[in-house]
């Protein structure tokens, strides 16, 4: 990317969420604002600023036509698609709370955050939704209205559904918007909790442009950037990163056609940022991983000559090697990147732990791999990594304005205004979280070092083994997952003798790996028979090689079933409910300890 147009509008200029939009409209009304695939043509289409801001104001129009007043809860259940975006900024704009739902969560939790939040309206994607909610069909008859994107038609169950073109297409003019409060309440956003009901998450207008405006103070972004969007815009990861500060800097989002057409879209898009979790980099490491070692001793040689090199040259900050960078980069480096839409200028990674390896591989073939961390209570960005001072072992610095400190039990605290407001409905879990000096505590343990933060481990997740020996498991099931054939990870050992293993297998890799090895696959107990479960104790002890003693795994079950939000194994933000998955496999944890 040749082109860096830096055009960042201010807070005292936005004011609110909708400001920001609207001043964006102001600055660039031609250019490109959002990138969106339509099924209908079979080709990727545009909307300029100043066309999203008109479907904004039809929006409006409907909305107003309902009667809803300022302060009233609207909610979405929609995929990142333009829509979202003209709904939420619609809704702001007359200053209505918009509740973000999760397109693959449970009716059931879906009923209890419409309800726990009063929501009046809710938008939904098509008809496969409305087969989503029909178990709670009876409860979405208090709704005013209940708008789907695209049009299905009429239906017995809900009585008040209309498609959003005609809902929109109404004859009522647009209202007269309202001056916003920068300190009123935008948006309810209910954290997906591992244990117990999801609290509300209440984050004001200034909240989010604080957040929002720290973080391109910390990263750069330009006008001329490309993101592609595809994290849910429920999350507040994706939704501050990749929603508002394109808003805020210019930039064109490019929404993701899914997960599965990922590849696809990073070639056709070319983003030139791209913002994940930490399991879509894992996934790419393995599959690099795999390609390279069923190539010859040669090309292997050559693609860790470029890792090496790479590495080198960013702890040297970007000199050094003399020749063999650029020849390796040729011959190695670009080829991978290649398949990231060859224009990654800034990778972005949050919302769980990064393993140093993957990392490692990544900067090492010359991706600016951030690592940053937060919580939805704080809007979400407490720090991150600054493309010009990159610890991949740290989680970064903290953002301009927000102050962090080590508590008790090495807890990591953090004050600024992006924290929330507070739990809604819940002012005993709200005093739980921000003591009474305004500090919320995170419930993660950190050290900090060189102004960066380093997280330790959970306060809440450490296992105590029946020797009083404490172990963290999140590193332990991290450095496992690396494994191309363990897809999910689980560490068991609260009150145990030793640590054991509950893993979720990745089906093809797995199967070629089984037959390689000579294993009856045909057999239906080979899964954890003793060879099977010997291998892949091995292969887990090399993975282990580096940590201490006590955390040697000596125990493993094997499950081909991957857990999932459907069967409430686990959050609709990827979490591992780790209470649901113990209960569920009483029987194989008491046999792996059985006789000890």
């Not at 600023?49 to 039809?58: D, G, L, T, V």
């Not at 829509?83 to 007359?94: D, H, N, R, T, Y």
């Not at 999910?488 to 297998?505: A, W």
């Not at 569920?584 to 944890?589: A, F, G």
Request: hydrophobic content about 40%; overall charge negative.
């Amino acid at each position: 990317m040749n082109n860096k147009t830096a055009d960042v509008i201010s807070i005292e200029k936005a004011n609110s969420l909708p400001g920001l939009f609207q001043e964006r409209v102001k600055r660039t009304p031609t250019a490109t604002a959002y990138r969106y695939y339509d099924e209908t043509q079979a080709s990727w289409l545009t909307y300029s600023w100043s066309e999203a801001n008109k479907h904004i104001r039809a929006i409006q129009a409907a909305l107003a036509k309902e009667g809803l007043q300022a302060g009233d809860r609207v909610a979405l259940m929609l995929r990142n698609c333009p829509q979202w975006v003209f709904f939420e900024q619609a809704a702001l704009g007359l200053g209505l709370v918009v509740v973000p739902l999760y397109t693959n969560d449970r009716a059931d939790n879906v009923s209890y955050v419409l309800q726990d939040a009063g929501v009046k309206l809710l938008l939904v994607e098509d008809e496969s939704s409305l087969k989503q909610l029909q178990p709670i069909a009876s409860q979405l008859q208090g709704l005013l209205r209940l708008v789907t994107a695209e049009n299905c038609g009429v239906s017995p169950l809900y009585p008040r559904l209309v498609a959003l073109a005609d809902w929109q297409l109404s004859e009522s003019e647009t209202p007269p918007l309202p001056e916003i409060d920068p300190d009123a309440l935008a948006t309810l956003v209910y954290t997906s909790g591992t244990t117990g009901r999801p609290k509300g998450v209440m984050l004001s207008h200034r909240n989010i442009l604080f957040n929002v405006s720290a973080a391109v103070e910390l990263l750069p972004i330009y006008r001329d950037d490309v993101f592609l969007s595809f994290l849910p815009l429920s999350h507040m990861l994706e939704r501050t990163l990749g929603h508002y500060i394109p808003i805020m800097c210019g930039s064109t989002v490019a929404f993701a056609r899914s997960v599965e057409k990922l590849a696809e879209d990073l070639l056709s898009q070319q983003p030139t940022i791209l913002i994940s979790v930490p399991r879509i980099y894992e996934r790419v490491y393995n599959k690099i991983k795999v390609q390279v070692d069923q190539k010859s001793p040669f090309a292997q040689k050559l693609f860790h000559s470029a890792v090496d090199v790479g590495w080198q040259r960013f702890e040297n900050g970007g000199k050094g090697s003399g020749l063999r960078w650029p020849i390796l980069k040729t011959l190695v480096a670009n080829k991978i990147m290649a398949k990231l839409g060859g224009r990654l200028r800034l990778a972005i990674c949050g919302g769980a732990p990064l393993s140093a390896d993957v990392a490692k591989i990544f900067i090492g073939l010359g991706l600016n791999l951030i690592q940053g961390y937060g919580l939805t209570e704080t809007s979400p960005i407490i720090s991150g990594n600054p493309a010009d001072d990159n610890d991949p072992s740290s989680v970064g610095i903290p953002l301009p304005g927000v102050d962090v400190t080590i508590g008790e039990d090495d807890e990591l605290l953090a004050r600024s205004p992006s924290t929330m407001l507070g739990y809604w409905n819940n002012t005993e879990a709200t005093s739980a979280m921000i003591d009474g000096d305004g500090w919320l505590h995170t419930g993660d343990k950190a050290r900090i070092e060189n102004e960066h933060i380093y997280i330790t481990g959970r306060l809440k997740d450490i296992l105590v083994l029946s020797n009083g020996e404490k172990v963290p498991p999140a590193d332990i099931e991290l450095a496992i997952s690396l494994d191309p054939l363990f897809e999910q990870v689980l560490v068991i050992g609260e009150n145990k003798p030793f640590l054991s293993v509950i893993i979720t297998l990745e089906h093809d890799a797995w199967i070629k790996e089984a037959n390689s090895q000579g294993f009856d696959i045909n057999n239906p107990g080979f899964l954890n028979s003793k060879p099977v479960r010997r291998f892949v104790l091995d292969r887990i002890a090399e993975l282990l090689k580096g940590f201490p003693g006590y955390t040697t795994v000596r125990a493993v079950t094997l499950l081909n079933k991957l857990w999932t939000i459907d069967d409430e194994t686990m959050t609709p933000t990827m979490k591992l409910r780790r209470s649901v998955i113990i209960e569920r496999n009483r029987e194989n944890i008491d046999e792996m300890y059985a006789g000890h």
